[in-house]
């Protein structure tokens, strides 16, 4: 038969030992002692025995007590671990915010502006391939998201266009005497791992995969090794230490990539998506990336900006 422990009860152990006694662990819990003294009962159900071997004005634990209070400690920890990731303190809003690991230096600048535009959002980030972020968005797995792509993933969310972001090539590929290219890409599927072999091919530039990694650190390491030639963002020198690549005959890269912030509809409060816009543009001014008049947004019908936070955002 199986038992399913409640915390609440751990909790009174750890606080009977904590505080010395029934009494002072009740007031700690807001509880009665009588309630105290109950779920110390159920727990002697559990162990098959007394926890406690005195209960007197120095109490003791019973060996099977001091291995259950080991036991709930740790358990109290990582009930409340959860508790404290996945649900928001009262009065505050939990935003699941991905970045594309390629712009995931934004982050500081953009957690510091968002921070001080909504206060009352409590944000949880996630990094990786735009392509597996669009797929967290679309699944409700993430309320909104910075992507190195055109189109958000579901035509109902709002996106805002932040402009395109320039590509380059880095590596110097030790061939081993081959003639096909060496190169380093983000596993299938991925836009930029389709342009990078569109425009090798329309070269007719002959290549072969020689690393293949969804982490960025990853890609980057194996591009620094000689593994193979890579397409990342034009100032990866900058910001990663990457070697620009120099190889005759090589053509030019990819056209830049859009960057676009997705947003699902009705997860994220009023007026956000004008403050992480914002946030995210003073962010990305370390990156290669062109406005040119493409910044601007499609909402969808009925969105509003809440006039408190817009103000906040300006």
């Known amino acids: 038969m199986r038992h399913d422990l409640q915390i609440n009860r751990l909790r009174a152990l ?3 030992v904590d505080h010395g006694g029934f009494r002072r ?8 002692q009588p309630a105290v003294s109950q779920q110390i009962r159920q727990l002697r159900g ?3 025995g007394p926890v406690f071997a005195s209960t007197g004005r120095e109490m003791r634990l019973s060996p099977q007590g001091e291995e259950l209070l080991a036991c709930a400690r740790r358990m109290v920890a990582l009930n409340d ?3 404290g990731r996945f649900v928001p303190e009262a009065g505050r809003v939990l935003i699941s915010l991905g970045v594309t690991s390629q712009l995931a230096e934004t982050l500081p600048e953009v957690l510091r502006l968002v921070n001080r535009g909504a206060p009352q959002a409590q944000l949880r980030v996630r990094t990786g391939m735009s392509e597996v972020l669009a ?8 309320d909104a998201a910075l992507l190195l792509q055109d189109e958000p993933p579901d035509q109902a969310m709002e996106s805002v266009g932040l402009g395109r ?3 380059a090539w880095f590596g110097h590929p030790a061939t081993g005497g081959r003639d096909d290219l060496p190169l380093a890409l983000f596993p299938a599927p991925c836009t930029l ?4 072999t569109m425009v090798l091919d329309e070269a007719d530039t002959s290549w072969r995969i020689a690393y293949e990694g969804s982490e960025l650190i990853g890609l980057r390491s194996a591009a620094k090794a000689g593994l193979g030639l890579t397409c990342l963002v034009a100032n990866s020198d900058e910001l990663w230490g990457l070697s620009r690549a120099v190889r005759p005959g090589l053509p030019e890269p990819p056209a830049p990539l859009p960057v676009t912030l997705a947003l699902a509809p009705g997860r994220t409060p009023e007026g956000f998506a004008r403050i992480a816009e914002k946030a995210f543009l003073r962010g990305l001014r370390g990156y290669p990336l062109d406005t040119g008049g493409a910044v601007g947004r499609a909402e969808p019908a009925g969105y509003a900006v809440s006039p408190a936070l817009s103000a906040s955002a300006a």
Do not use: D, P
């Open 193 to 196: 791992r389709g342009l990078v």
């Open 25 to 32: 662990a009740a007031e700690a819990l807001h509880i009665t």
């Open 135 to 142: 797929q967290q968005l679309a699944s409700g797995q993430l």
């Open 46 to 48: 559990l162990v098959k």
């Open 14 to 16: 750890i606080a009977v």
């Open 81 to 83: 671990e959860v508790v």
């Open 165 to 167: 972001m320039r590509m």
